[in-house]
Each structure stands twice: as C-alpha cells, then as structure tokens.
C-alpha cells in the first residue's frame, strides 16, 4: 500500500526553525518528484517546494532563501527544512508524489500530485 506520512509540524515562535519529514512506505521515494504544499485556512493549496526525480529543487518566491528541500533516499524520506518562519507560513503542509512523466522538473499544480499525505499543522506565532 502506498503511502505517505508527513511529521515534524508544531508550534514555534518567529524566526524559528522546524524540520517536516516526507516518509514514504510502500514504494520508493527516489522514483518521484516529490512536492511539498501547504493550505491555509481559506487560502488554496499552494507548493511552497519541490525535488525533481533528478534532484532539481524549486521553491517559491514567498519561502526562498528560509526553506530547503532534500532527499535521503536510504531512509525513503524527503525533507523540508523550514528557517526564518513567519506568521504567514502557519498553514497545513502536505507532501505528494509528481506523476511518473516528470523527471527533470516539477509541476506547480495540485492536480499533477498523485499520492497526498495527511499534513502536519504548522504554526508560527509568539
């Protein structure tokens, strides 16, 4: 059974750090681009970073530079290293496997992820 169980979310104060971990069972992570998402509350879902399945890493404008994405694929796990957090990071982050086509880059849109994740709540606040 495929599957994907997101951990490492809590609730730290700004300019804190956290980890989030991807952790895949069932298959192996390093066949997949891997997103990462987040959603908060009356917002759309939104990919803040991705790995390709050739290890290209993508982030967007509103978390480059603070979060960074990796890969360890002994451990079947795929993390999102959070710094600097801000008020505005506080949402539900997901992570979700790219469909098979795409390799060397990831897709932007929710409807290109196959596999979803629970989420893990993250909160930044003082």
């Known amino acids: 059974q495929v599957q994907l169980v997101e951990s490492g979310g809590g609730l730290v104060q700004p300019g804190g750090s956290l980890r989030l971990s991807c952790a895949a069972s069932?298959?192996?992570?390093?066949?997949?681009?891997i997103g990462w998402f987040r959603q908060a509350p009356g917002k759309e879902r939104e990919r803040v970073s991705c790995i390709s399945r050739g290890g290209d890493t993508y982030y967007s404008d509103s978390v480059k530079g603070r979060f960074t994405i990796s890969r360890d694929n002994a451990k079947n796990v795929v993390y999102l290293q959070m710094n600097g957090l801000k008020p505005e990071d506080t949402a539900v982050y997901y992570c979700a496997t790219a469909g098979s086509k795409w390799f060397y880059t990831c897709p932007i849109s929710a409807t290109e992820y196959d596999d979803w994740g629970q989420g893990t709540q993250v909160t930044v606040s003082s």
């Open positions: 069932g298959f192996s992570l390093d066949y997949f681009g």
